[in-house]
Every structure is written in structure tokens, then in C-alpha cells.
């Protein structure tokens, strides 16, 4: 299904880059353009990562500084 339809992001491909490290939806768009032109998708964004583990978010919340 697309997330973001200006730039035909998948929520299969935000998932994998929130696997790969990008935990806000300021590092997906980094990282894809999703949520940088009408910005209708961002909710949705959020959502998908308050479902899914950052492994850089577990870092910083034991403590350790995330790479």
C-alpha cells in the first residue's frame, strides 16, 4: 500500500528504512522524500514507526549513544 503518493513510497519501503536506522519522519523523508511535498502522508509515517523497534531509539533509551 502507498503511503506517500507524490512520491510512490510504499509502506513496505518505510519500514525498511526504519529498519536501516531512520526512526522520524524527518530521517524517512531524508531518506525516501515521503512527507516532503503535500506532507499528507506524515501522520501515517508516525504511525508506522510508533508500531515498529528503532534500534537507534533502544539505544538512546538504555543509555548509549546511538551511531
Known amino acids: 500500500m502507498y ?18 536506522g531512520a526512526c522520524t519522519p524527518r530521517q ?7 512527507g516532503t511535498d503535500c506532507g499528507g502522508c506524515v501522520k501515517r509515517i508516525q504511525a508506522i514507526l ?7 531509539r533502544e539505544l538512546i533509551e538504555q543509555g548509549r549513544p546511538a551511531e
Open 28 to 34: 524517512i523523508a531524508s531518506a525516501c522524500k515521503a
Open 50 to 56: 510508533g508500531r515498529g523497534a528503532c534500534p537507534r
Open 3 to 20: 503511503v506517500c503518493s507524490c512520491f510512490g513510497v510504499t509502506e513496505e519501503q518505510v519500514k525498511r528504512h526504519a529498519e536501516a
